[in-house]
């Protein structure tokens, strides 16, 4: 009997998030847009313009993780705009983490 292998009947893994506004999205583990996004925030300087062009691309970042959402709700830039550094530094880290230990715990 030939082996066969279903992208379907793949589990999936999800987190839960509560905004600032009450509500809550099940966010997806990321997509290679997200993953690109993350990688470009750790590249940029430390210099006055770097830290402004950075808090642009946080608020951009966050947003484009919670757009991700099985809600199929679209978060944009502009919202994100009401979370100070901290909270969205925060909210990166425990994403982070997320995927992190999804990977971790997958025996495949």
């Known amino acids: 009997m030939a082996m066969s292998f279903s992208f379907n009947n793949i589990k999936r893994k999800y987190w839960r998030v ?3 506004d009450n509500r809550s999205l099940t ?5 290679k ?4 996004k993350m990688n470009n925030i750790s590249e940029l ?10 808090i642009g691309e946080l608020h951009d970042l966050c947003a484009a993780i919670l757009s991700n959402n099985m809600e199929g709700i ?3 830039k502009k ?22 230990s999804s990977v971790q715990k997958d025996p495949n």
Request: glycine content about 4%; charged content about 30%; proline content about 2%.
């Open 18 to 20: 509560d905004l600032k």
């Open 27 to 31: 966010v997806r583990m990321p997509s």
């Open 33 to 36: 847009k997200v993953f690109d």
């Open 45 to 54: 300087g430390n210099d006055q313009e770097s830290v402004n062009t950075q």
């Open 74 to 76: 679209t978060i944009s």
């Open 79 to 100: 919202e994100m705009e009401d979370y100070e550094l901290e909270e969205m530094m925060a909210f990166i880290i425990g994403y982070k983490d997320f995927i992190s």
